[in-house]
């Protein structure tokens, strides 16, 4: 039986606008079992360690990762089991401008099955792995290391693992333009308004 772990690595809060999209992924899929999990520190790659092992001793299958700034369609969840592949998932864009993707992609796109880009690395924010991946994948599995150049954060360390264990990194194209990835913006009253 298929039993997916939502992983939500958070804060104190979360955004109103994930949260409804968390209910309706919930109450839309095709899934027999869920179970929601979230670890809530400061410290990233150390809620993402313990989500996973949290995930693997409830004995799920899949490992659903979900931030709590994502706008996630209800079929999400759905649509990337569906793709039966060890890691898949959707990426977004930044919050800041200039508001890039989040990830790369290598030029070799060579046995990629239709409607998926292969990936290098990409955001944490919608992706679907199986459980076996942190199984064969040794831990920890998210760290930081800021000294390198370009710096790796906690999601590209996880996927550099992940390939040099064989897997590869999925991104479900269509799935990525419809995502939102919540941002704040600072509005001021203009002085020549005031004036």
Known sequence: MTHVAICIPSGEMVHAEFALSLAAIVGSTRVAKISLWNQRSAVLPES????????????????????SDM???????????????????????????????????????????????AMHYMG??????????????????FDLDLRAEPQVHEDRWFFREAIACGYRVLCDDWLTTQLGHIG???????AEASA
Request: charged fraction near 20%.
């Open 184 to 190: 704040s913006t600072v509005h001021r009253i203009e």
């Open 71 to 117: 706008v996630v369609p209800p079929f999400a969840l759905d649509r990337l089991l569906a793709h039966r592949e060890p890691i898949v998932g959707a990426t977004y864009a930044k919050r800041a401008p200039p508001h890039e993707i989040v990830g790369r992609a290598p030029l070799d796109q060579s046995d990629v099955p239709a409607g998926l880009t």
């Open 48 to 67: 993402r360690n313990r989500l996973v092992r949290d995930a693997l001793k409830a004995k799920a299958t899949h490992l659903l990762w979900l931030d």
């Open 124 to 141: 944490f924010g919608c992706v679907l792995i199986d459980a076996s991946v942190f199984v064969a994948v040794p831990g920890p599995w």
